[in-house]
């Protein structure tokens, strides 16, 4: 059975920087986008960006681009969210799912690690 696990999430004053990882098991991921989401205190999930198989495709929302970065490596099963000047706004649960596109998600949801910001 696939399994994602989030980590790398904290507590960080605003302008600040945290690397989040996602480890995938149980299978590769081959040809699929990883895509990371977020979900915020009383709002739904919500898509952050994602990348492709081969790393040379990434995409982002918005309110993020220029500030988060994804990237991933095949060879640990694993894909990276960097997040630098980082914004009250950007405090959620992250999330890690896999699919045949960007923002889709296709396995079961991990448990999330917490990222919260403050000003």
Known sequence: QVQLVESGGGLVQAGGSLRLSCAASGRSFSGAFMSWFRQAPGKGREF????????????????VKGRLTISRDNAKNTVYLQMNSLKPEDTAVYYCN???DPATATLAWGPGTQVTVSS
């Open 48 to 63: 952050v960006g994602a990348i492709s198989w081969s790393g040379r495709r990434t995409s982002y929302v918005d309110s």
């Open 98 to 100: 896999a699919g045949p």
